[in-house]
């Protein structure tokens, strides 16, 4: 498998549209894990977006999350946003946690390390990619989020809203970034892509 790092190039189909968004996800439920999990030093959390609900293909250079519950301000350093195409619907029982077990491609990093502070519980907050990505309205999204924080907390941390999706989420976490296989959730984050 090969990872593609750096942007690709992209179509005039592809063109963003500056200023729209749609959420995509619109569950409240709460998700201590996504899309990063303070009790751990370094952790991992991927969701998948199904192409019937992503529509044509578009160019997302963004995207917000909705957080609340955090002893503010609070700030998790040293976080990647990832995403790819992907031809599966759902992860496996045991999800690899390099998606070596899936058939993607275009594996692109977004979003080039940064650090994130909650300043204000019950709001979204507004990601500006590094890298757009071009969905080419084909196959499913992946959505990864990846935190090298190295440094758990047992308190202050709070939760992301999240979706019932079957078995289209995972997460893995642990005292080093995590390898091997990690735990398929029947939730996904409820995410707004900018476009």
């Known amino acids: 498998m090969s990872f593609i790092i750096n942007p690709y190039v992209y179509t005039a189909a592809c063109a963003p549209v500056i200023g729209a968004n749609t959420q995509y996800g619109t569950g409240t439920s709460i998700k201590y894990e996504y899309p990063y999990y303070p009790l751990y030093n370094f952790s991992q959390s991927a969701s998948i977006y199904l192409q019937t609900d992503l529509g044509s293909s578009k160019q997302f250079t963004g995207c917000q999350i909705f957080q609340a519950g955090f002893s503010v301000p609070f700030t998790q350093n040293n976080n990647e946003i990832w995403m790819a195409h992907v031809v599966q619907s759902s992860f496996d029982t045991d999800p690899a946690v390099n998606f070596s077990d899936m058939t993607i491609t275009n ?72 390898t091997g296989n990690g735990t398929r959730s029947s939730s996904i984050i409820s995410l707004k892509l900018k476009y």
């Not at 071009?134 to 979706?163: E, P, Q, V």
């Open 107 to 178: 594996l692109t990093k977004v979003k080039n390390s940064f650090n994130h502070t909650v300043t204000t519980n019950g709001i979204w907050y507004d990601f500006n990619f590094d890298f757009n990505f071009c969905y080419n309205g084909i196959n499913n999204l992946l959505f990864i989020w990846k935190s090298y924080d190295g440094s758990g907390t047992s308190s202050g941390y709070g939760y992301t809203r999240s979706t019932t999706a079957s078995f289209r989420g995972m997460q893995a976490f642990g005292s080093t970034y995590p």
